[in-house]
């Protein structure tokens, strides 16, 4: 399994875990967000569309390099992985600038979106189709 580093130059890495590798805090100990992105077969991809959404990644990362911290890709699993400080406004800008760079990706579970989609409903509360789960 392979990585991509999308902050440091053309690195591929073997894939060690997230867990081991993702930062929790930042340099004054703050707790950092993070969301994750599916870019489905990425991985298997011709080389040259694969190096020129690289590329597209890269130069979106770059434009938020004050907020990214860790950015890594995961073409066994397809998975863009980007842990960033916080920010009032928060991941938003920089999910609609991947999306755009590369329109295959799609965001896979974030808090933001979470909680963003509860407060587009309706305000009603989904019932349980089961009696017993009430």
């Not at 890495?13 to 867990?19: A, D, K, S, Y």
């Not at 990425?42 to 590329?55: K, V």
């Not at 998975?79 to 800008?93: E, F, M």
Request: proline content about 7%.
């Amino acid at each position: 399994m392979y990585t991509v580093s999308l902050l440091l130059p053309d690195t591929l890495l073997p894939g060690l875990p997230l867990w081991q590798r993702v930062p929790t805090r930042d340099e004054n100990g703050r707790a950092l967000n993070d969301f994750m992105m599916l870019i489905p077969k990425i991985g298997t991809w011709p080389e040259l569309r694969r190096q020129q959404a690289l590329n597209k990644l890269k130069q979106v990362i770059a434009g938020f390099d004050e907020r990214v911290v860790f950015a890594d890709l995961n073409l066994k699993l397809n998975v863009l992985w980007i842990s960033l400080r916080h920010d009032p406004r928060g991941c938003v800008a920089l999910v609609e600038a991947i999306k755009a760079a590369v329109p295959e990706a799609v965001l896979v579970a974030s808090q933001y979106e979470a909680l963003m989609g509860m407060a587009g409903s309706t305000g009603r509360r989904r019932q349980p189709r089961f009696k017993w789960l009430r």
